[in-house]
T-cell receptor
């Protein structure tokens, strides 16, 4: 079956460092992948979308890469801050159905 | 960005009762809305796709008679959990797409349902 998997359940880093989160997809080739941020008890908030023909996309301190050979997307937060602490979700649309399926999420904790 | 309003944010009910959750797109029209369920420390699981003016499409394993979805207008979709049981306790989240930004979803703030 088509899957989106985020390998790390939790990631703890020191303030100022770069956080790198991983998203792998299996059994399909998404036209694009998306990254969302979710705070406890809240709905996800869209951060970035990267298409299969884009290797990298940036938005302020955020950077996303898309490697179709490795079937992987990496999500980077540079100069991380305690306010970046949240759960980050990777999402894709299997077979271009229009439905969005999510990975398990990685909970990032940035310590001051 | 587009705003999706979800109500109520929290509901506690007795087993056997029905609960209705509303999802409204405040500043845009949404022909399609999606309902997700999320258990603690787990990811969002798509339950159904709600289409304005037609029947909802349910994901495999989701009981359509238990989770009634109505999308009567371009700005409102409702999810009714019928005859709720403790195992239905979960965080329910709706989302919608803006037609002009077709891929990304805008999410409501979620409804925490607790069935006693």
């Amino acid at each position: 079956s088509q899957k989106i998997e985020q390998n790390s359940e939790a990631l703890n880093i020191q303030e100022g460092k770069t956080a790198t989160l991983t998203c792998n997809y299996t059994n399909y080739s998404p036209a694009y992948l998306q990254w969302y941020r979710q705070d406890p008890g809240r709905g996800p908030v869209f951060l970035l979308l990267i298409r299969e023909n884009e290797k990298e996309k940036r938005k302020e301190r955020l950077k996303v890469t898309f490697d179709t050979t490795l079937k992987q997307s990496l999500f980077h937060i540079t100069a991380s801050q305690p306010a970046d602490s949240a759960t980050y979700l990777c999402a894709g649309t299997p077979s271009n159905t229009g439905k969005l399926i999510f990975g398990q999420g990685t909970t990032l904790q940035v310590k001051p | 960005g587009a705003v999706v309003s979800q109500h109520p944010s929290r509901v506690i009910c007795k087993s056997g009762t029905s609960v209705k959750i509303e999802c409204r797109s405040l500043d845009f029209q949404a022909t399609t809305m999606f309902w997700y369920r999320q258990f603690p420390k787990q990811s969002l699981m798509l339950m159904a796709t709600s289409n304005e003016g037609s029947k909802a499409t349910y994901e495999q394993g989701v009981e359509k008679d238990k989770f009634l979805i109505n999308h009567a207008s371009l700005t409102l979709s409702t999810l009714t959990v019928t005859s709720a049981h403790p195992e239905d306790s979960s965080f329910y989240i709706c989302s919608a797409r803006v037609i002009t930004t077709n891929e990304k979803l805008f999410f409501g703030s979620g409804t925490q349902l607790s069935v006693l």
